[in-house]
């Protein structure tokens, strides 16, 4: 959430931000109501240091024994006054609430102004295979193998869900567990194992709810107000929700498994074949609090992090700084990893890595408190995928392929796949 202070204050940094993000539609509603707010609550402060005054009056009366009659009733007007001014001013900060729940974090002054067309590609990894045949797509490769199943997963759930089988099923837990040890031996973030039920303020902390709410799998029966999460990111942000951290903990790196459940409720169109757009998928996810002097130079780390494990399986990569218009509603500076997938032939997004600032941490009160500092300050919370199963396997299996049909394991796998070293029918 944008702090409404800075907003008044930079009305048209806000502005050209929000516009950047096609979001600056309620600004001038935004404001008008911030402005009725204020003047309200000056006079109601007005009001209550009358009142203060008149508790004063009546003290200093007492104490000379004097009748405090005419004072008591003064200061019972003044507070029905305020009484009365307290409903329209908590009516006030309510529908500045609701607005603020809907506007998105305004945009890094770094970043491409614009679409998808604006992102500027960063840098490139790797080769891209030169085949001695020509290259299958994944949904070929494994129906012919026999390791995913998506007529039968539609039969148990619908269009657009995963049953991985026999070596697939291997693959997908291995490529996890290689994922969760890299991050934690070498990059040093702690492990955590959520739940994937979260309630509405957990949603609301990182800023999926209100917003989002569409593409989001919703349990509301018999007393239940719970959400299937969309990422790790939610229920590992809000650990730290509503406390007060202290300057030395930080920074927090945390990394999480999780199955991640979307709707997808606007894919209509898009490509949804196979393993490229599912309602249910696997990610390893990478969390940051840290303070907000060193956010973008904890970014640039994360996005490493990520890299290495493209590096590691040997998979062609490019990174993406994504344009203003392409940015998450709570972003405010996100970088993609695309990897290369040959038989489709296309650059496929398999993590996605974010500064939020204090956007997440102010809806979340998420502070940290230093022993130099007067009051606490909100921590910067930044996550990345480190990465998402589905695109990652489609590039291991299509990258990987040969003229058999048959899918080499890249070799850093192949411990955890009790030593495979082919996967065949």
């Given at each position: 959430m944008?702090?409404?202070?800075?907003?008044?204050?930079?009305?048209?940094?806000?502005?050209?931000?929000l516009?950047?993000?096609?979001?600056?539609?309620?600004?001038d509603?935004?404001l008008?109501?911030?402005?009725?707010?204020?003047?309200?609550?000056?006079?109601?402060?007005?009001?209550?240091?009358?009142?203060?005054a008149?508790?004063?009056?009546?003290?200093?009366?007492?104490?000379?024994k004097?009748?405090p009659?005419?004072?008591?009733?003064?200061?019972?007007?003044?507070?029905?006054?305020?009484?009365?001014?307290?409903?329209?001013?908590?009516?006030?900060?309510?529908?500045?609430?609701?607005?603020?729940?809907?506007?998105?974090?305004?945009p890094?002054?770094?970043?491409?102004?614009?679409?998808?067309?604006?992102?500027?590609?960063?840098?490139t990894?790797?080769e891209?295979?030169?085949?001695?045949?020509?290259?299958?797509?994944?949904?070929?490769?494994?129906?012919?193998?026999?390791?995913?199943?998506?007529?039968?997963?539609?039969?148990?759930?619908?269009?657009?869900?995963?049953?991985?089988?026999?070596?697939?099923?291997?693959?997908?837990?291995?490529?996890?567990?290689?994922m969760?040890?890299?991050?934690?031996?070498?990059?040093?973030?702690?492990?955590?194992?959520?739940?994937?039920?979260?309630?509405?303020?957990?949603?609301?902390?990182?800023?999926?709810?209100?917003?989002?709410?569409?593409?989001?799998?919703?349990?509301?029966?018999?007393?239940?107000?719970?959400?299937?999460?969309?990422?790790?990111?939610?229920?590992?942000?809000?650990?730290?929700?509503?406390?007060?951290?202290?300057?030395?903990?930080?920074?927090?790196?945390?990394?999480?498994?999780?199955?991640?459940?979307r709707?997808?409720?606007?894919?209509?169109?898009k490509?949804?074949?196979?393993?490229?757009?599912?309602?249910q998928?696997?990610?390893?996810?990478?969390?940051?609090?840290?303070?907000?002097?060193?956010s973008?130079?904890?970014?640039?780390?994360?996005?490493?992090?990520a890299?290495?494990?493209?590096?590691?399986?040997?998979?062609?990569?490019?990174?993406?700084?994504?344009?203003?218009?392409?940015?998450?509603?709570?972003?405010?500076?996100?970088?993609?990893?695309?990897?290369?997938?040959?038989?489709?032939?296309k650059?496929?997004?398999?993590?996605?890595?974010?500064?939020?600032?204090?956007?997440?941490?102010?809806?979340a009160?998420?502070?940290?408190?230093?022993?130099?500092?007067?009051?606490p300050?909100?921590?910067?919370?930044?996550?990345?995928?480190?990465?998402?199963?589905?695109?990652?396997?489609?590039?291991?299996?299509e990258?990987?392929?040969?003229?058999?049909?048959?899918?080499?394991?890249?070799?850093?796998?192949?411990?955890?796949m009790?030593g495979?070293?082919?996967?065949?029918?």
């Open positions: 944008l702090d409404m202070k800075f907003i008044r204050e930079n009305v048209d940094l806000a502005r050209k931000g516009a950047a993000k096609n979001a600056a539609g309620r600004l509603e935004l008008a109501l911030d402005e009725d707010r204020r003047k309200l609550g000056f006079k109601v402060d007005e009001l209550r240091a009358k009142k203060n008149a508790n004063d009056q009546i003290t200093a009366l007492i104490k000379e004097k009748d009659k005419e004072a008591i009733a003064a200061m019972k007007s003044v507070a029905q006054e305020i009484d009365a001014l307290e409903v329209p001013l908590k009516e006030f900060e309510e529908k500045i609430t609701q607005i603020l729940l809907f506007i998105p974090n305004i890094h002054p770094s970043i491409p102004v614009g679409g998808p067309d604006k992102n500027r590609e960063v840098r990894w790797g891209k295979r030169k085949f001695d045949f020509k290259p299958k797509d994944h949904i070929e490769l494994v129906e012919a193998l026999d390791i995913i199943d998506f007529k039968r997963a539609t039969k148990i759930s619908g269009s657009n869900f995963i049953l991985y089988k026999k070596a697939g099923a291997l693959l997908e837990r291995a490529l996890i567990n290689f969760l040890d890299l991050h934690t031996r070498e990059h040093g973030y702690a492990e955590v194992f959520p739940p994937v039920l979260v309630n509405a303020a957990s949603m609301t902390g990182t800023g999926q709810l209100p917003k989002m709410k569409d593409d989001m799998y919703h349990l509301d029966k018999d007393g239940d107000d719970l959400y299937l999460i969309p990422t790790a990111e939610v229920p590992v942000t809000n650990i730290y929700r509503d406390e007060i951290l202290d300057e030395t903990q930080l920074p927090i790196y945390h990394t999480a498994y999780s199955a991640c459940f709707r997808e409720a606007g894919s209509y169109g490509d949804t074949r196979g393993l490229m757009r599912v309602h998928f696997n990610k390893v996810e990478l969390v940051k609090f840290v303070k907000p002097e060193t973008y130079q904890e970014l640039e780390a994360l996005v490493g992090n890299e290495k494990v493209f590096h590691l399986l040997k998979l062609p990569y490019r990174v993406l700084e994504l344009a203003s218009g392409d940015i998450s509603f709570s972003a405010a500076k996100c970088y993609d990893l695309e990897v290369y997938a040959p038989g489709l032939d650059w496929l997004e398999a993590s996605s890595c974010s500064n939020f600032e204090d956007f997440q941490a102010r809806r009160n998420i502070r940290y408190k230093g022993k130099d500092m007067k009051k300050a909100f921590v910067h919370t930044l996550n990345g995928s480190g990465v998402a199963t589905p695109r990652t396997v489609v590039a291991i299996i990258n990987y392929q040969q003229a058999d049909g048959s899918i080499a394991v890249p070799e850093v796998l192949q411990p955890y009790h495979l070293k082919e996967i065949r029918k």
